[in-house]
């Protein structure tokens, strides 16, 4: 029969305790980088969107009933395809009823920030989700032509970083980004 002292039972107990407060966060998700031209060809819209208003909701994804984002933007400027004045895009996760869902990978749309959203309409036409996940979302910063295309804040790991879509456009101007799209697109 094994015995445990009380002070082999407490520093034990205490090791346990330590390695729990000092453990960090693990992020599972990992992103095979879509090349600028396959986030083009895979997106049916590719927009300037500013995010209006966001309502969050129970969806069964998958079998399990789960937190989405339904998220109203106004579509400033189409750079592929569309004419639609604003958009729902959809994204997993999200806060209802004090309980939050964090899906890593996501992208976050801000109320009032603007962003160049890759967009793919989903199987029930009436959403869209982001190309790539947050491969597709790039936030802007600055004001016109001048405004740079950032990283989504919640862009997981992605292999083959460069020769990615993320790579070619992080740091551009509007302008430049704009002209980088369109050529993928003649391509």
Partial sequence: MAYASRRGFLLGTLSVGGALLTASSAHATLLRGLTLRALVARSQRIVVVEPLDAVCRHEVIGGRRS?????????????????ELELTVRTLGGRLDG????VDGQPRLELG??????????????QWWTTGMAQG?????GDGEASLLQASRELPSIVDLEH????????????????????????
């Fill in 99 to 102: 309980v939050g869902e964090l």
């Fill in 164 to 187: 990615s879509a993320v790579q070619r456009l992080v740091g551009q101007k509007l302008s430049v980004a704009r002209e980088l799209v369109h050529q993928a697109r003649a391509k």
């Fill in 113 to 126: 920030q603007r962003s160049v959203a890759f967009l793919t309409l989903g199987r029930n036409g009436q």
């Fill in 137 to 141: 979302n790039f936030p802007l910063t």
């Fill in 67 to 83: 937190i989405v984002t339904d998220t109203r933007v106004l579509a400033h400027e189409y750079w592929a395809e569309g004419s």
